[in-house]
């Protein structure tokens, strides 16, 4: 199958967790004979066009469109701040740009492609303009949507979600907690297939470092041999890395020595911090304000005694996995569309995690707790968790059923072909 691939993000830049997918995934397709072409964003001093593990990747340079921008605008992005408008337009032009050159240039040239894939409303635009200008079945990837990631959002971005569901032969999301939310916001059930995403069990698992590595590392971030809980991700508040540190006043009166890692970028650093100073809890909550390579993010993950992700919002989540792959039990954020539900058994023989309520630091305090007094319920839910990636969320089960959906949706696309071409064509029977 040959593969025209649209995502914002992919090696070298990554923003979140769709630059992992992105990488791994189309590993994944490579390995199994297909042919990838992935248009990603460029940040200015990234090639346009290289090779990647066998991915062909293109990534047009942007352009400064700062005079025209008023003009061009769409609806209440108009309202946006000086910042945003910039994003939406840089985000506009990567779209624009990369399905021209798809269009214009590589298919322009003779190269043939079977199908074309799109992910998020960051690259939604692009999957559409190739689809229409070059007559091949659409699927598209829906991570998260406005209404979730905001509670109400911009109306552009959410018509932009709308018309690539409209369009998409089919439509791919990450959880049935996901697929639940796109049927209430009205999109057409019998369109979307599930698929779940996966982490690469070579890379995370728990002999990956030596005591002598894991005890060194400790020491240079300041744990040393205090009980470690560990977050990673975006500042931002529907990560609810807020509820955990303010969390943190409890789980020290039963635990004095507890030490919290946060590792991570947002907007929330701040305010982070005056919980800590206001809460006296500078020697117990540790921040790392940046985005850490894997290879360190690996450390910390082996490091940590128990991984906690209170998210308010988390349609699927990478990080549980990768807790859970390096034998990490995790606390996770299980109310409203939660995909942290699905991958985490919170009861139970195979119990490897705790449920919890991201909006209630109590409830987050009482499950760590729990965790960091009894070494011996961290050690089996650990060895629980890690058997439960390897049962359910590898890279090749998600590379193998997101395929299987590429293939339903070229079979979709051509009926449909097939049936307008015969209700075009059909000679009607004599009088």
């Given at each position: 199958m040959k593969i025209a691939y649209f995502v914002d993000e992919f090696p070298p830049f990554f923003r979140g967790g769709l630059g992992t997918y992105a990488m791994e995934i189309t590993k994944e397709f490579i390995r199994r004979g297909n042919e990838v072409t992935v248009f990603s964003r460029n940040t200015g001093h990234d090639p346009t066009s290289d090779q990647w593990n066998g991915v062909a990747v293109h990534r047009p340079l942007l352009m400064d469109m700062s005079e025209v921008l008023p003009l061009i605008s769409p609806g209440d992005v108009q309202q946006w701040d000086a910042g945003g408008q910039k994003f939406f337009m840089e985000t506009l032009l990567y779209n624009l740009l990369s399905a021209s050159k798809l269009v214009n240039s590589?298919?322009?040239?003779?190269?043939?492609?079977?199908?074309?894939?799109?992910?998020?409303?960051?690259a939604f635009i692009a999957?559409?303009?190739?689809?229409?200008?070059?007559?091949?079945?659409?699927?598209?990837?829906?991570?998260?949507?406005?209404?979730?990631?905001?509670?109400?959002?911009?109306?552009?971005?959410?018509?932009i979600e709308r018309l690539a569901a409209q369009k998409a032969d089919l439509i791919i999301t990450v959880?049935?907690?996901?697929?639940?939310?796109?049927?209430?916001?009205?999109?057409?059930?019998?369109?979307?297939?599930?698929?779940?995403?996966?982490?690469?069990?070579?890379?995370?698992?728990?002999?990956?470092?030596?005591?002598?590595?894991?005890?060194?590392?400790?020491?240079?971030?300041?744990?040393?041999?205090?009980?470690?809980?560990?977050?990673?991700?975006?500042l931002t508040w529907v990560k609810g890395a807020d509820t955990l540190t303010m969390a943190m006043r409890e789980i020290v009166k039963a635990v004095p020595d507890a030490k919290l890692v946060i590792v991570g970028k947002g907007e929330q650093e701040r305010m982070l911090k005056q919980i800590v100073s206001s809460n006296a809890l500078e020697g117990n909550v540790l921040f790392n304000f940046s985005y850490v390579p894997e290879e360190e993010r690996l450390k910390y993950y082996a490091a940590c005694d128990v991984a906690v992700f209170p998210s308010k919002y988390e349609p699927f989540g990478i990080v549980s996995l990768e807790a859970m792959a390096m034998g990490k039990p995790v606390i996770v954020g299980a109310s409203g569309t939660s995909g942290f539900r699905e991958q985490v058994i919170p009861f139970g023989p195979n119990i490897c995690g705790f449920h919890i309520n991201p909006h209630d630091p109590g409830d987050v305090a009482k499950f760590a707790i729990m965790l960091l007094k009894d070494s011996e319920l961290r050690k089996s839910?650990?060895?629980?968790?890690?058997?439960?990636?390897?049962?359910?969320?590898?890279?090749?089960?998600?590379?193998?059923?997101?395929?299987?959906?590429?293939?339903?949706?070229?079979?979709?696309?051509n009926k449909k072909r097939r049936a307008l071409y015969d209700s075009v064509c059909k000679v009607p029977p004599p009088p």
């Open positions: 590589l298919c322009a040239d003779g190269q043939k492609f079977d199908i074309v894939v799109s992910h998020d409303w960051l999957g559409i303009v190739a689809k229409s200008n070059l007559g091949l079945p659409l699927v598209v990837h829906y991570h998260s949507t406005e209404q979730g990631r905001t509670g109400s959002g911009s109306a552009a971005i959410k018509d959880s049935y907690a996901m697929r639940d939310e796109l049927v209430k916001l009205g999109y057409a059930e019998q369109k979307i297939r599930v698929v779940y995403n996966g982490v690469d069990t070579n890379k995370y698992r728990p002999d990956l470092f030596s005591e002598e590595e894991i005890r060194a590392f400790r020491e240079k971030i300041g744990v040393g041999e205090s009980p470690m809980l560990f977050f990673v991700g975006r839910m650990g060895a629980n968790a890690r058997r439960r990636v390897l049962e359910s969320f590898t890279w090749d089960m998600a590379a193998s059923n997101t395929l299987r959906v590429y293939e339903e949706a070229i079979e979709v696309y």
